[in-house]
């Protein structure tokens, strides 16, 4: 499917391609004020194998990834969930002539999770991780045993209305629709909760799904949201980036007018292991190599994806996802341009390659921020 090799990616008046720039970053970086020798990050490490194997930079060069919407990794079967009354398990996906898009955003992912995952050393279960990333894969597995399966919990990207589907599904609220400040913890069972052998039943028989977003457009909500809304986040963060990071800020600033720079900044400078879950990896947080899930949709298709879990899994006919209020306004692939053209490129360099396998492994192409592109 790859017959040539790989080119970096086009950049136009001399400006260096960012893939070639990506290849060429630094590996990692001492924590501030450390002192500590360099972090040799896991997504670095697998970086060469991704553009190896899977051929992703050459066709994000030639455009073919830009307008495709994401597809599961492996779709579940219907016909099996009806037919045999069982929770559904992988099967194959059909897709007509003019679907050859996405059919080849489904190659990359497949493509891309078998050479990383199937490199040696890489996990193949959870008890294969180390201690800490071991619990937060699952501390982030939310349980339905009434339904059969397992949501890893990805923040901004819609797990709050995925929390509040599951809280219908146990009974605990009438609808979906209930006006009621959502308790993140209470109501639900998590994997962390259960005993390794309860944990491993689980695993190896329950439907198990998550929900995935552009990289850079979740850091964006999670910067507008947490600095822009929430005292507490501009309090224990906001706070100590701005002290960090912005020349002459003063010994008490307020936290409250965080720039989206200086945050690219403080996430260049942290351990991808150690973030708050509202910018962590994906990878980290659901360790695709470590759980096989059998579906992951897409925050760009999320309604059409979610109903249709919900019927993967025969909820209620009267259970579906929560609709998205009217006055909401996610961040969107213009904002994020807008945003990114403010960013220095070298910043870029250095936060991209922390989430180089959730681009990889979800087929969402790098951004384009060269001059020419910044002008349009």
């Not at 306004?329 to 910043?347: D, K």
Request: overall charge positive; charged content about 25%.
């Amino acid at each position: 499917m790859f017959p040539r090799p790989l080119t970096p990616l086009a950049a136009p008046n001399g400006a260096e391609p960012l893939g070639r720039a990506l290849r060429r970053a630094p590996l990692g970086r001492a924590r501030a004020g450390l002192g500590g020798p360099p972090l040799l990050l896991p997504s670095m490490l697998m970086f060469a194998v991704i553009v190896a194997s899977s051929g992703l930079l050459l066709m994000i060069e030639r455009g073919i990834l830009a307008e495709m919407k994401p597809l599961p990794l492996h779709p579940p079967n219907r016909e099996d969930a009806v037919g045999r009354g069982t929770v559904p398990r992988p099967g194959r996906l059909s897709l007509d002539a003019g679907d050859s898009d996405l059919q080849v955003r489904q190659d990359v992912r497949n493509r891309t999770l078998r050479a990383v995952c199937g490199q040696p050393g890489m996990p193949r279960d959870p008890w294969d991780l180390p201690v800490g990333q071991r619990r937060t894969l699952l501390r982030h597995i939310l349980v339905s045993d009434r339904y059969r399966f397992l949501y890893c919990y990805v923040p901004k990207v819609a797990c709050s209305n995925w929390k509040r589907v599951l809280k219908v599904l146990a009974g605990v609220l009438d609808n979906v629709d209930v006006r009621l400040k959502m308790d993140h913890r209470s109501d639900l069972v998590f994997l962390a909760d259960l005993r390794p052998d309860e944990i491993r039943y689980r695993l190896q028989h329950y439907f198990k799904f998550l929900f995935v977003r552009d990289p850079l457009e979740r850091l964006l909500s999670a910067y507008r949201n947490k600095f822009g809304e929430i005292p507490e986040y501009q309090q224990r963060y906001g706070v100590e980036i701005v002290r960090r990071y912005r020349a002459g800020a003063g010994p008490s600033p307020a936290g409250d007018d965080v720039t989206f720079p200086e945050f690219l900044r403080y996430l260049a400078d942290e351990d991808p292991e150690r973030m708050n879950e509202h910018w962590m990896p994906v990878y980290h947080l659901c360790q695709p190599c470590a759980v096989r899930y059998d579906f992951v949709g897409s925050y760009e298709r999320l309604e059409a994806d979610a109903n249709q879990v919900l019927e993967w899994v025969r909820a209620p006919p009267h259970v579906r996802f929560p609709a998205r209020q009217a006055w909401y306004r996610p961040a969107s692939p213009e904002s994020l341009h807008y945003h990114l053209c403010s960013v220095p490129r070298a910043l870029l360099q250095d936060v991209l390659p922390k989430y180089i396998l959730d681009f990889s492994l979800f087929a969402y192409p790098l951004p384009n921020v060269t001059r020419e592109a910044c002008h349009q």
